[in-house]
């Protein structure tokens, strides 16, 4: 069995930053891309930033310049800095990571979700 866990979010004033992190533990033969997306209140989940195993990154547009994400492989770990928070980044955010298990099989596992308030 696979799991995610994130942790990291919470409040924060615009202007601050906030680093959150997912490790994926279990059976896992491979963990290929790993990323972060969020939902807002009454809007559709979004993807934020996504990194495949051999670092290669692309991130939305709407945080281009303001977050970061990168990975260890050896930990198992995904980190999303995220600097310069503005209100409109409030939502709950998804770690996501496309792993093959011990058995063999392949598929995209997603956290329990993580928080994050920006308030103005």
């Known amino acids: 069995q696979v799991q995610l866990v994130e942790s990291g979010g919470g409040l924060v004033q615009a202007g601050g930053s906030l680093r959150l992190s997912c490790v994926a533990s279990?059976?896992?033969?491979?963990?290929?891309?790993m990323g972060w997306d969020r939902q807002a209140p009454g809007q559709q989940r979004e993807l934020v930033a996504a990194i495949t195993r051999g670092i290669s990154t692309n991130n939305a547009d709407s945080v281009k310049g303001r977050v970061a994400i990168s990975r260890d492989n050896a930990k198992n770990t995904v980190w999303l800095q995220m600097n310069s928070l503005k209100p409109e980044d409030t939502a709950v955010y998804y770690c996501n990571a496309d792993i093959t298990a011990s058995t063999g099989s392949r598929y995209i596992y997603w956290g329990q979700g993580t928080r994050v308030t920006v308030s103005s």
């Open positions: 279990g059976s896992i033969f491979s963990l290929n891309a």
